[in-house]
């Protein structure tokens, strides 16, 4: 059997997130007090308490599910004798990329906690709140060719591109809003449904480019060395294990596209995995590994009972 150990992103998070880790394992409290302690904040009551709304706000999403996904990985290898060296690879999405290279060792946790206020604050500083927007286009017609005509059309009046290429039935495009809003109109007219999406900035898109600048500044003055399972680029949609080139993709990533089916369908195919395991908040990677790749295993392992079972399938 081989495992990859998969990241979730943005849009997982909710109030409650990771409080049955904390109260069931002293590993996971010490992660959450590790991120306190590296942001200055009390995340993991906002975490624990909400308000919903501050919880969502990019700046604190962003390292928060990482931070629940760093208590799954941490738990698994304290409680359990389960380490990340039992995987033959890891991957995220979007923000998850944080997430696999911290449990793979590669970035430390505080810094990675830093990396990602920093990433959420500067996208959110990158376009005005209202300026851009992002816009999932889904259903059983929609693939990549289709929503790149719709992109395509939407650039007719402003940047517009394909921003996730989740897997076949669920793209998302990203830019200015009335080139997004132009776009949804074409994307309907070839099939799709499009449902405009409730983020606060226009994410992996051109727009981003001065939050890829602070990003490359911020990565310039962070060390990051080999993670110990090699990361499968959201950039590329293949594996990485060179620090320099780890670095170098972190920044491309804040603009481009995040190439999620075709980073599954690697692992799946060249890659040989036959089970994905989603560390951290949701089961949204799992559900897509099953469309994208139905022959493999995909297990969500956010709770204290999913972790036993995984360690004990073993």
Not at 64 to 87: N, P
Not at 127 to 135: N, R, S, Y
Not at 193 to 202: K, Q
Not at 228 to 245: E, F, S, Y
Request: a negative charge.
């Amino acid at each position: 059997m081989s495992i990859a150990f998969i990241f979730p992103g943005q849009g997982s998070q909710t109030v409650g997130m990771g409080a049955d880790l904390a109260q069931a394992f002293a590993a996971a409290r010490e992660v959450f007090q590790e991120v306190d302690d590296a942001l200055g904040q009390k995340l993991f009551k906002l975490m624990s308490e909400g308000p919903e709304g501050d919880l969502t706000l990019t700046e604190n999403a962003q390292p928060a599910l990482m931070a629940v996904s760093l208590a799954v990985t941490r738990v698994l290898e304290r409680e359990f004798g389960v380490g990340i060296d039992k995987a033959a690879f890891v991957a995220g999405h979007s923000l998850g990329e944080y997430s696999a290279l911290a449990a793979a060792g590669a970035i430390t946790l505080a810094d990675t906690a830093r990396l990602l206020k920093l990433r959420g604050q500067a996208m959110q500083r990158a376009v005005p709140v209202g300026e851009g927007a992002m816009a999932s286009l889904i259903g059983p017609k929609t693939d990549l060719a289709l929503a790149e005509a719709a992109a395509a059309a939407g650039s007719e009046v402003g940047v517009c591109v394909v921003a996730n290429d989740n897997n076949n039935g669920n793209v998302v495009i990203s830019g200015a809003k009335a080139a997004v809003d132009k776009a949804i109109e074409k994307a309907k007219e070839l099939g799709a449904r499009a449902i405009p999406l409730n983020v606060s900035a226009p994410f992996h898109c051109p727009l981003m480019q001065p939050a890829a600048d602070e990003m490359e500044e911020a990565l310039a003055r962070t060390t990051i060395v080999a993670p110990r399972a090699p990361l499968v680029a959201n950039i590329t949609a293949a594996p990485v294990h060179d620090p320099d080139v780890i670095r170098k993709l972190l920044v491309e990533q804040v603009t481009g596209r995040v190439r999620w089916r075709e980073s599954m369908t690697w692992l799946a195919g060249e890659g040989g995995v036959t089970r994905f395991a989603e560390a951290g908040a949701g089961k949204v990677l799992s559900g897509m590994a099953k469309r994208i790749a139905p022959d493999a295993e995909a297990v969500p392992l956010n709770s204290p009972a999913d972790l036993e079972a995984f360690a004990k399938s073993l």
